[in-house]
């Protein structure tokens, strides 16, 4: 059964940093991109970041791009999300998500989320 | 690419067919997937690629549309199927539709 688990989240002032970590099971990690979804409260899904299979290749929409960082360790089934320069709009309950691959590039497995709050 | 879902919010009976819209501002080739959301839950997938039915999910939920307009329909509307549906384009990185809010008449 594929799992995910997200820990990290918590209140944390604006402009400070703070590291989510998603430990995978279930699944051979190294063979699936893995992704970050965030959705602030009461609001819709964003997606925050992707990152390939060996952790070359990451990705980010313009909102986060160059304060975020995804990372992974296949030895450890986790993938990561720094976050750096935190503003109030990103406050938000992260998810990770796997897709359901072959062929199926919709979001089949979601963890339960983890909740961020930029607050002062 | 932006994605436009209608309408926000909808109300229907139990035994009811629902259809909830969303369009593409440009085309994304049938990468499409629709989730459902219940309340403090996780997204669920239901259909990816426009039209296949995700394992596990009743065959009363179908998706069907090409290139920019889409549309998920329950052919009957049950109880459990309160949510709030989202569309989700995957043709252009990943980017979400603002939502339709289904409830019970």
């Known amino acids: 059964e594929v799992q995910l688990v997200e820990t990290g989240g918590g209140l944390v002032q604006p402009g400070r940093s703070l590291k989510l970590s998603c430990v995978a099971s279930?699944?051979?990690?190294?063979?699936?991109?893995m992704y970050w979804i965030r959705q602030a409260p009461g609001k819709g899904l964003e997606w925050v970041s992707s990152?390939?299979?060996?952790?070359?290749?990451?990705y980010y929409p313009d909102s986060v791009k160059g304060r975020f960082t995804i990372s992974r360790d296949n030895a450890e089934n986790t993938v990561y999300l720094q976050m750096n320069s935190l503003r109030s709009e990103d406050t938000a309950t992260y998810y990770c998500?796997?897709?359901?691959?072959?062929?199926?590039?919709?979001?089949?497995?979601w963890g339960q989320g983890t909740l961020v709050t930029v607050s002062s | 690419i932006q994605m436009t879902q209608s309408p926000s919010l909808l109300s229907a009976s139990v035994g009811d067919r629902v259809t909830l819209s969303c369009k593409a501002g440009?085309?994304?080739?049938?990468?499409l997937a629709w989730y459902q959301q219940k309340l403090g839950e996780a997204p669920k997938l239901l259909i990816y690629?426009?039209?296949s039915l995700q394992t596990g999910i009743p065959s009363r939920f179908s998706g069907s549309g090409s290139g920019t307009d889409f549309t998920l329909t329950i052919s009957s509307l049950q109880p459990e199927d309160v949510a709030t549906y989202f569309c989700?384009?995957?043709?252009?990185?990943?980017?979400f539709g603002g939502g339709t809010k289904l409830e019970l008449k």
């Open positions: 998500a796997k897709d359901g691959g072959p062929y199926n590039y919709g979001f089949a497995y």
């Open positions: 279930g699944f051979t990690f190294s063979s699936y991109w």
């Open positions: 990152i390939n299979t060996d952790g070359g290749s990451t």
């Open positions: 440009q085309n994304i080739n049938n990468y």
């Open positions: 690629n426009a039209n």
């Open positions: 989700q384009q995957y043709n252009s990185w990943r980017t």
